[in-house]
T-cell receptor, first 113, second 112 residues
């Protein structure tokens, strides 16, 4: 059974710091991996999607990498800002359509000014 | 586009009552899913659909029914609500195979 783990569960950093969030999964047979952001009491916002054949994706200050063979993904946030404070969720697509997502429990990030 | 919409935003039920959570998308997305989010458990997949007339079970399907008669709508039915179904329910959709998923704002359900 696929399991997704995110470490650390919580992280506090000062504004301007570069940081890395980690995601690991137990079964390398995934079709894609998606990073989301969730603000308190809100829905999920898609940040980056990496297909199983890709190694990384970038969007602005965000960079996500995928190493299927080792079962790991990282989300790199450059020059963090207070507005980046949120919970970040990693999810792997386990069906051929990439529709059935298995989620990690998230990393809650707090960026102080 | 309104994106993915969910109604109601909040609902309180008594044990044994039934209800339907509504989900609609106006992006012509083929794939739709339902998740529940519980403290300490993360998001778990309930049911999903890869097109009209096609549904499949996720991790936690018991106590829930779905059908997909149109591309736009994917309702989730609670047949006989139980306190264990107290949760926040999210609907998601994606355009096609392997595309990013877009989530609705959620329905917060309390079963007394």
């Amino acid at each position: 059974k696929q399991e997704v783990t995110q470490i650390p569960a919580a992280l506090s950093v000062p504004e301007g710091e570069n940081l890395v969030l980690n995601c690991s999964f137990t079964d390398s047979a995934i079709y894609n991996l998606q990073w989301f952001r969730q603000d308190p009491g809100k829905g999920l916002t898609s940040l980056l999607l990496i297909q199983s054949s890709q190694r990384e994706q970038t969007s602005g200050r965000l960079n996500a990498s995928l190493d299927k063979s080792s079962g790991r993904s990282t989300l790199y946030i450059a020059a963090s800002q207070p507005g980046d404070s949120a919970t970040y969720l990693c999810a792997v697509g386990v069906d051929q359509a990439g529709t059935a997502l298995i989620f990690g429990k998230g990393t809650t990030l707090s960026v102080s000014s | 586009n309104a994106g993915v919409t969910q109604t109601p935003k909040f609902q309180v039920l008594k044990t044994g009552q039934s209800m339907t959570l509504q989900c609609a998308q106006d992006m012509n997305h083929e794939y739709m899913s339902w998740y529940r989010q519980d403290p300490g458990m993360g998001l778990r997949l309930i049911h999903y659909s890869v097109g009209a007339g096609i549904t499949d079970q996720g991790e936690v399907p018991n106590g829930y029914n779905v059908s997909r008669s149109t591309t736009e709508d994917f309702p989730l039915r609670l047949l006989s609500a139980a306190p264990s179904q107290t949760s926040v329910y999210f609907c998601a959709s994606s355009y096609s195979e392997g595309n990013e998923q877009f989530f609705g704002p959620g329905t917060r359900l309390t079963v007394l």
